[in-house]
T-cell receptor
């Protein structure tokens, strides 16, 4: 158990819908990362937050957005969902934002868009 | 741009065999960090090791060992006397130290599926 929690574990929804994935980092960790794992794209970095502020952006679609709240939990919002958005979404956290800090991953949220 | 290549898509071994998972990376940074993660069938990603680019010492942890060779841009992972519980997908990842918009992200290889048969 990494200490990172993600809810829900599974999510099934229809195309065109909007969903929110939630992540609580390990106690004491200030940085949160979101990754998407799909069969065709593999594991891809989406976005990073540090202490409430966006710090880095990867291949995140405009239909997707995220935020980190004052209590440091983070939410990833996915809207106008398409079949291709079906994937495993991971949240990771680290103590700080430097590259030397290990990222500890949550169990993931499996999103299925039908 | 940074890139990680794990050329072995799938490896199948019998228990107690040694197995090496290959990882080759590309980066323009002089300082960078390499990682290995394990993804068991349950799906979570488990951190195994971090290696700094300026430290080329090999590392051993129990049955696991890592061989970092900067000259060939490789960071290979060996499991000695494999066990059924080692069956998982293994990912090699790279993280650069430079700032900018890529700061913080891990770039993963495509993963190697390891199956250890009893």
């Amino acid at each position: 158990d990494s200490g990172v929690t993600q809810t829900p574990k599974h999510l099934i929804t229809a195309t065109g819908q909007r969903v929110t994935l939630r992540c609580s980092p390990r106690s004491g960790d200030l940085s949160v990362y979101w990754y998407q794992q799909s069969l065709d794209q593999g594991l891809q970095f989406l976005i990073q937050y540090y202490n409430g502020e966006e710090r880095a952006k990867g291949n995140i679609l405009e239909r997707f957005s995220a935020q980190q709240f004052p209590d440091l939990h983070s939410e990833l919002n996915l809207s106008s969902l398409e079949l291709g958005d079906s994937a495993l979404y991971f949240c990771a956290s680290s103590v700080a934002t430097g590259p030397t800090y290990e990222q500890y991953f949550g169990p993931g949220t499996r999103l299925t868009v039908t | 741009a940074q890139k990680v290549t794990q050329a072995q898509t799938e490896i199948s071994v019998v228990e107690k065999e040694d197995v090496t998972l290959d990882c080759v990376y590309e980066t323009r940074d002089t300082t960078y960090y390499l990682f290995w993660y394990k993804q068991p069938p349950s799906g979570e990603l488990v951190f195994l090791i971090r290696r700094n680019s300026f430290d080329e010492q090999n590392e051993i942890s129990g049955r696991y060992s890592w061989n970092f060779q900067k000259s060939t841009s490789s960071f290979n992972f060996t499991i000695t006397a494999s066990q059924v519980v080692d069956s998982a997908v293994y990912f090699c990842a790279l993280r650069e130290s430079a700032g900018g918009t890529s700061y913080g992200k891990l770039t993963f290889g495509q993963g190697t599926i390891l199956t250890v048969h009893p």
